[in-house]
């Protein structure tokens, strides 16, 4: 088996989140989509062992707000590799409570849906949740983000158009620079790359980043990073 294919599926970046009493919880999800237009209902996929999972499963109710190419890794950061069980997710984000009491980020969205959620599916590691949709706004014409321009994008993977003997030259300057992986969420600060969201321009070794930069996604700071074998 190639487990590169799966890489191959097309999926969108979301932010699911839901209530429990008067607790707020979210997190992103990638596998979320629609599975009837009458009535229209959307599926989408979340880990059991995630907080958002006891929300929802106690609740019955969600919202999903679909993230824009805008969307920089800071929220994704927040909302994909911590815990609500650690830290207010909410705070110093923009989002409403909507008809469901669940809060709906707002920030980078482009469109949200409220879900009345009508059936679990237990699919081992994960439930899959169907969702009723209550509700649905546009909320900008910016693009919706694809999983794969998150991977791509994002994460600065997308190759260099650069001429071939720049490529060559940066290529065996690149192979000497060391790779260092975030002991917290596992993002890998590629030289090469830089981090041009926080101003560390490609071609920059770990050792030359400012003390205070801290990893892009998960916020750690550098101190937990380690060489990447
Ligand atoms: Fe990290």
């Given at each position: 088996m190639d487990s590169k294919c799966f890489y191959k599926l097309s999926y969108?970046?979301?932010?699911?989140?839901?209530?429990?009493?008067?607790?707020?919880?979210?997190?992103?999800?990638n596998t979320?989509?629609?599975?009837?237009?009458?009535?229209?209902?959307?599926?989408?996929s979340?880990n059991?062992?995630?907080?958002?999972?006891?929300?929802?499963?106690?609740?019955?109710?969600?919202?999903?707000?679909?993230?824009?190419?805008?969307?920089?890794?800071?929220?994704?950061?927040?909302?994909?590799?911590?815990?609500?069980?650690?830290?207010?997710?909410?705070?110093?984000?923009?989002?409403?409570?909507?008809?469901?009491?669940?809060?709906?980020?707002?920030?980078?969205?482009?469109?949200?849906?409220?879900?009345?959620?009508?059936?679990?599916?237990?699919v081992g590691s994960h439930?899959?949740?169907?969702?009723?949709?209550?509700?649905?706004?546009?909320?900008?014409?910016?693009?919706?983000?694809?999983y794969s321009?998150y991977h791509n994008?994002?994460k600065?993977l997308?190759?260099?158009?650069?001429?071939?003997?720049?490529?060559?030259?940066?290529?065996?300057?690149?192979?000497?620079?060391?790779?260092?992986i975030?002991?917290?969420?596992g993002?890998v600060?590629?030289?090469?790359?830089?981090?041009?969201?926080?101003?560390?321009?490609?071609?920059?070794?770990?050792?030359?980043?400012?003390?205070?930069?801290?990893?892009?996604?998960?916020?750690?700071?550098?101190?937990?990073?380690?060489?990447q074998?």
């Open positions: 969108g970046v979301y932010i699911a989140c839901s209530r429990k009493d008067s607790k707020f919880n979210g997190q992103i999800v979320c989509f629609q599975v009837t237009s009458d009535p229209p209902q959307i599926a989408m979340i059991k062992n995630n907080l958002t999972h006891e929300y929802i499963t106690e609740s019955r109710v969600a919202a999903l707000s679909i993230l824009t190419e805008k969307a920089p890794m800071k929220i994704i950061g927040t909302f994909g590799f911590k815990s609500g069980r650690d830290i207010d997710k909410f705070e110093g984000i923009n989002y409403k409570i909507g008809k469901l009491g669940v809060p709906i980020v707002l920030d980078y969205t482009t469109g949200f849906f409220e879900l009345q959620i009508i059936k679990d599916i237990d439930t899959l949740f169907i969702g009723r949709v209550v509700e649905a706004q546009v909320c900008s014409e910016d693009e919706p983000m694809t321009f994008v994002k600065g997308s190759p260099k158009n650069a001429p071939t003997y720049i490529k060559k030259e940066e290529n065996t300057k690149e192979e000497k620079m060391q790779k260092y975030c002991d917290v969420c993002y600060y590629d030289p090469s790359q830089g981090d041009p969201d926080s101003n560390i321009p490609p071609g920059t070794a770990f050792e030359d980043i400012p003390a205070a930069w801290v990893c892009p996604v998960c916020g750690a700071g550098k101190d937990s990073f380690s060489p074998s």
